[in-house]
């Protein structure tokens, strides 16, 4: 009796073995296959992401979307870590933006699903995971201007050549000739109230700003400066003016398009300056302490900032794109 009855004590502790490796597989399961999805989930956002703004940067250039299909291919499979995922959907819901969605694919297989580790054994044996992302490319109207200056068209050449653009004040007159052969203002010339401490002003075309005079960088410029020193692109997006209002704190700029500019070097002050000396500066040009100006090159460019709306002029080879999901 004693015997049968540990006997059954024993089938029973068993049983619930059995049942408690179950769950505990089935724990498993969940941890170590909710963190692959989650980690697979992960690298298709990232490619997604790339893939949406690579497309964008590409259509925004003049020979439009040469091939979209390659290129979400590239950095889709770029971003995982096995090199391999599937573009499940590629759109372009306007006609200037696009949406990408991309799905798991087994390296090895091809197959396209994730396949799990313990979630077999309780008969699943893969996964699909997706992850989608939008984005948008256009001519800037409107938008952050990062360093709050605004140049004269008559200093725009695009020529691949670095140029001094100097600082004048409103009212000086330059020797170049800006719309309908007038004088305009020239060089460039601070704009704004000059006492955002973050120093971006938003500009839109068609519209005007007021100057700010003085020989002082704009606040919070100093930083915006600095930053731009360790930036391996020191290209940004500055408003072109085609008039110019009034003089002094009474002056205001109108805006007319915005241009790329490759920054290379400044003197805006004793204190702030940058390569801008013999031996520093950029494509042999000085500025120095007699000269207050900004050294760099004029460019066809993307840029992948956000915060611009479009329906701008394209004259001065700038444009943008950004992700919108």
């Known amino acids: 009796m004693t015997d049968r009855l540990r006997h059954e004590a024993n089938g029973g502790i068993s049983v619930l073995v059995a049942l408690l490796l179950v769950v505990l597989l089935g724990a498993a399961a969940i941890a170590v296959d909710a963190g692959a999805m989650y980690a697979e989930r992960a690298e298709l956002q990232n490619g997604a992401d790339a893939a949406a703004l690579a497309i964008a940067q590409e ?56 396949a799990l580790s313990f979630a077999p054994v309780l008969g699943i044996d893969d996964t699909t995971v997706d992850a989608r992302a939008g984005a948008r490319w256009g001519v800037p109207l409107s938008g952050p201007a990062t360093l709050p200056i605004a140049i004269s068209p ?34 460039f010339g601070w704009i704004g109230n000059g006492n955002d401490s973050t120093c971006t002003e938003f500009v839109t075309a068609g519209n005007t700003i007021a100057s700010d005079p003085g020989g002082n960088v704009a606040g919070g410029c100093e930083q915006v400066l600095e930053d731009l020193k360790t930036n391996p692109n020191k290209i940004m997006l500055l408003p072109v003016y085609d008039q110019v209002t009034g003089t002094g704190s009474g002056a205001t700029y109108r805006i007319r398009a915005w241009a790329a500019f490759e920054v290379g070097g400044w003197h805006l002050s004793p204190s702030v300056k940058y390569n801008n000396t013999t031996g520093t500066t950029t494509g042999g040009l000085t500025c120095t302490p007699s000269c ?13 900032e956000d915060g611009f709306e479009a329906g701008g002029s394209n004259e001065y080879g700038a444009s943008f794109a950004s992700l919108t999901e």
């Open 292 to 304: 207050t100006g900004i050294i760099g090159r004029f460019l066809t460019y993307t840029t992948p």
């Open 59 to 114: 259509c925004a250039k003049p020979a439009g979307c040469v091939d979209a299909a390659g290129t979400a291919a590239l950095y889709a499979n770029e971003n995982a870590k096995d090199g391999a995922s599937n573009v499940a959907d590629l759109t372009f819901p306007t006609a200037n933006a696009v949406r990408v969605q991309l799905s798991s694919r087994d390296a090895d297989s091809g197959a396209g699903s994730l």
């Open 154 to 187: 008559c200093e725009f050449t695009e020529d691949g050549q670095w140029h001094l653009l100097r600082l004048k004040e409103p009212g000086s007159t330059s020797a170049c000739a800006g719309p309908a052969g007038q004088n305009v203002p020239g060089g």
